[in-house]
């Protein structure tokens, strides 16, 4: 199967030339709000109405949370609303009530009494700055470590006004015959809770449910809806024969928390109990003054410590910068950049010395889900997507999974190989690009 990458394009130049404008708008959203001023102005106001949305959703279907927009052009930096992540075992835990007597425990899922880290909540409000304040104090005079309880967006911060665009279908869905056993576990969105009739999610396993459209308006796909379902179908068609399990971590909108992500990476490494696992994570969230997220730090340590048969794959970012992104940037991480079709560097993709290897991400096609877009009225051109669709779109996040494919592919065609072995091998055989590691052609993408 490796023979055959990259992989060919099953579109026709006509289709090529169509789905070319909708790309060219996605790349347009990716870099401009780092470098027009108009555009980050749009960003900030789309940002402000998710949160509103979020206000306004049922506590099941709400991720509520309090934006601030640094000056280094990086998008705005979300926090859960009165939230912060404290990192303490079981024997602070006396001392820690003492110091906390503000906040309450709020972890959201049952987390398990080995996790360091835990969620308190503010018993009254407290602005994103006073958070910050109040975890400075805990580091600086109590020798605590905490932060806030960073948002892991999936979408609108990380990938601008970038929603996909509507395409053909490739041939039907076709195994290879089989291979070694292996897992990708996609951490994101989920999928839908019916199956696709293509045959293209076939097999996989839905830990977690992608709705689709819980909020208003009822008949448009909620912002960045189908993620995992594109990030999953990309797996699909690198590695056909190996076993996908994708979990969901994200509430509505796309948005998740350091805690939430942690959690479904252990479980997923967990639940693998010792097997030959890839883990990708198409998501991220920057350091908050000078600290990444514990509860994923906490999450990669254990990960990296407990089972040498995982291998993370995280997605390096669309900011533009050359500043570190969590989990991509963490020890044991493979982080994943992006290149044009032409395999130069995307003008949108976050580089630097942590960024391992790269892979097109610049007009992706893989599977999406049935509805329409944009999320919102008059925000832009209506794209209908109907069952068994498939999709264009760019970015980062859809760099990680064709690495975790790749990954997964030569596994299965070796049963000793080791996930960081396969990993070590596509970065082997790739060519340097500065600031993006080894280019390792698997999707062709979509030229500009």
């Not at 930096?77 to 006396?94: K, R």
């Not at 493979?334 to 290897?357: I, M, R, Y």
């Amino acid at each position: 199967m490796t023979q055959n990458w990259p992989l060919p394009d099953h579109r026709t130049a006509g289709q090529i030339a169509q789905d070319q404008v909708a790309v060219r708008a996605q790349v347009a959203n990716l870099v401009s709000p780092a470098a027009d001023v108009a555009a980050r102005r749009d960003l900030d106001g789309i940002v402000e109405r998710i949160r509103r949305r979020q206000l306004a959703a049922t506590d099941e279907h709400a991720t509520r949370f309090v934006s601030f927009s640094p000056s280094d052009g990086a998008g705005p930096l979300l926090c859960a609303e009165g939230e912060l992540v404290i990192d303490g075992g079981a024997a602070q835990a006396p001392r820690l009530r003492g110091l906390l007597s503000g906040f309450a425990a709020a972890d959201r899922t049952d987390r398990s009494a080995r996790r360091r880290t835990r969620v308190v909540r503010s018993t009254s409000a407290r602005s994103f700055e006073e958070l910050r304040a109040e975890a400075k104090r805990l580091r600086d005079d109590h020798n605590v470590m905490a932060n806030v309880n960073a948002i892991v967006p999936l979408g609108y911060i990380v990938k601008g006004n970038s929603y996909p665009g509507a395409t053909t279908a490739p041939p039907p869905f076709t195994s290879n015959g089989g291979g070694a056993p292996v897992r990708v576990a996609v951490i994101d969105t989920g999928l839908t809770a019916t199956p696709r009739t293509d045959s293209w999610d076939a097999g996989m396993v839905r830990e977690g449910t992608d709705l689709v459209n819980v909020l208003a308006p009822l008949d448009r796909i909620d912002w960045f809806a189908g993620h995992g379902t594109f990030a999953a179908g990309i797996v699909r068609q690198i590695a056909p024969d190996c076993e996908v399990v994708v979990y969901r971590f994200t509430c509505t909108d796309g948005l998740g928390t350091d805690e939430a992500a942690a959690d479904m990476m252990i479980r997923a490494a967990d639940e693998a109990a010792g097997q030959r696992l890839i883990i990708n994570a198409s998501f991220g969230a920057p350091a908050v003054d000078g600290i990444p997220p514990l509860a994923m730090r906490e999450a990669v340590e254990y990960i990296t410590e407990t089972y040498p048969k995982v291998l993370i794959v995280a997605s390096a970012g669309n900011d533009g910068l050359d500043e570190p992104l969590y989990p991509a940037a963490f020890p044991g991480v493979k982080a994943v950049g992006a290149l044009n079709s032409d395999l130069t560097p995307a003008a949108f993709s976050n580089h630097g010395s942590w960024v391992q290897c790269s892979t097109v991400g610049v007009g992706i096609v893989s599977t999406f889900v049935e509805g329409k877009l944009p999320p919102e009225d008059n925000i832009g051109t209506d794209v209908t997507f109907p069952a068994n669709s498939w999709a264009t779109w760019s970015g980062t996040s859809f760099t990680a999974p064709q690495i975790a494919g790749a990954a997964a592919a030569l596994c299965g065609e070796d049963g000793a190989l080791l996930p960081s072995a396969a990993f070590d091998q596509l970065v082997a055989a790739g060519d340097p690009v500065p600031g993006l590691g080894a280019a390792v052609h698997l999707l062709p993408g979509t030229p500009t």
